[in-house]
Nanobody, 125 residues
Framework: QVQLVESGGGLVQAGGSLRLSCAAS????????MGWFRQAPGKEREFVAR????????SYADSVKGRFTISRDNAKNTVYLQMNSLKPEDTATYYCAAGPSLMASYYEGTNYNHWGQGTQVTVSS
């Protein structure tokens, strides 16, 4: 049973920081690309960031570029999302996802095979 378990969400003031973690029970974690997505109430799920299986390549949504950093520790089967300079519009449930290292598009959630349950991030103004 594959499990992705997110943690680290919470309530923070605008300008603050949070670090999300996602622990994965994937036997071959280092063969999966990992992504973070988010969904705000009444809005569609959107791509936030992704990291390649080795950790060498990353991509970000324009809305978070320069503020968020995705990383992974393959020895710990864990992916992280460091979020700095948080804004109220970052408020959402954040999900981590795992998918094949080669995808048609890292930005499309439908290309990921496994999803976590999500962790809530609330940024107050």
């Amino acid at each position: 049973q594959v499990q992705l378990v997110e943690s680290g969400g919470g309530l923070v003031q605008a300008g603050g920081s949070l670090r999300l973690s996602c622990a994965a029970s994937l036997r071959t974690f280092n063969s999966y690309a990992m992504g973070w997505f988010r969904q705000a109430p009444g809005k569609e799920r959107e791509f936030v960031a992704r990291v390649s299986s080795s950790g060498a390549r990353t991509s970000y949504a324009d809305s978070v570029k320069g503020r968020f950093t995705i990383s992974r520790d393959n020895a710990k089967n864990t992916v992280y999302l460091q979020m700095n300079s948080l804004k109220p519009e970052d408020t959402a449930t954040y999900y981590c996802a795992a998918g094949p290292s080669l995808m048609a598009s890292y930005y499309e959630g439908t290309n990921y095979n496994h999803w976590g349950q999500g962790t809530q991030v609330t940024v107050s103004s």
